[in-house]
Nanobody
Framework: VQLQAYGGGLVQAGGSLRLSCVAQ???????????MAWYRQAPGEQLDLVAS???????TYADSVKGRFTISRNNARKTVNLQMNSLKPDDTAVYYC?????????WGQGTQVTVSS
């Protein structure tokens, strides 16, 4: 498994969760040159970009999560994290970790996030 995601679960609206994704099989010199992202897919919906962080640390966010979610990376641990605060029922989805370096893309297995109202 290239990418292993952790941290999903059930939380009440207004709560927080932290997702982590470990690039288990990326060697360090490759990981630091890799852009990372989190996507999500709600039932019956398309896959949407939630947040991304480039190899140089530049971040982007979907409008729907700006100010609530924070993406970060720890290169030494080959990990990308997604801190999710002020969660809403609309954030309920399966969250997928993604890595991209050149033409090579990997996806994690997905982790379920459920926000109850």
């Amino acid at each position: 498994v290239q990418l292993q995601a952790y941290g999903g679960g059930l939380v009440q609206a207004g709560g927080s969760l932290r997702l982590s994704c470990v690039a288990q099989r990326h060697i360090f010199s490759v990981f630091i040159d890799t852009d990372m992202a989190w996507y999500r897919q709600a039932p019956g919906e398309q896959l949407d970009l939630v947040a991304s962080i480039t190899a140089s640390g530049m971040t982007t966010y979907a409008d729907s999560v700006k100010g609530r979610f924070t993406i970060s990376r720890n290169n030494a641990r080959k990990t990308v994290n997604l801190q999710m605060n002020s969660l809403k029922p609309d954030d309920t989805a399966v969250y997928y970790c993604n890595s991209k370096r050149g033409l090579t893309t990997y996806w994690g297995q997905g982790t379920q996030v459920t926000v109850s109202s």
